[in-house]
């Protein structure tokens, strides 16, 4: 997303999401989240206490945008990509609707991350061979190495 009107926007319905919640989208927990609107990647907190350096002037530390980034998936504002301990924006936040179990397709060579939904049906019957092979899903999170059309 690098349209800035879009970015905005999507910034005020997380703002309003959040005041629905009863918590405060701050200064700092915009400038991350708009790090991650305005990157085709996932971020680790490090590159996003970089690009709030560069591009907000806003020295926030690692451990604080850890913090954020903990806030912001709390929230379902952000999805943690748990193989490659980066972060994304959610694809929904301006949506109305109900989406379907949030999965990952990550380019294996130029990390371009898309999200995409997949039927609830279709984990129930992942989650009935798991429970088959004697196991327990702890989350439904898929993250699908793949090649993007660019790189193909």
Known sequence: MTNKISVD????????RCGEQGVRLTDKRKQVLSGLLNSDMALSAYELA???????????PAMSVYR?????ESQDLVHKLNLAKKYVACAHITCAHEHGIPQFLICGNCQ???EIAVAKSMIKALQRSVDLAGFHLVSPQLEMNCLCQ???
């Open 50 to 60: 970089d690009y709030c350096r560069t591009e907000h002037g806003n020295t926030i």
């Open 9 to 16: 926007l999507v910034i005020d319905e997380a703002e309003k």
């Open 68 to 72: 954020i980034l903990d806030f912001l």
């Open 150 to 152: 660019d790189c193909l």
């Open 112 to 114: 371009r991350v898309e």
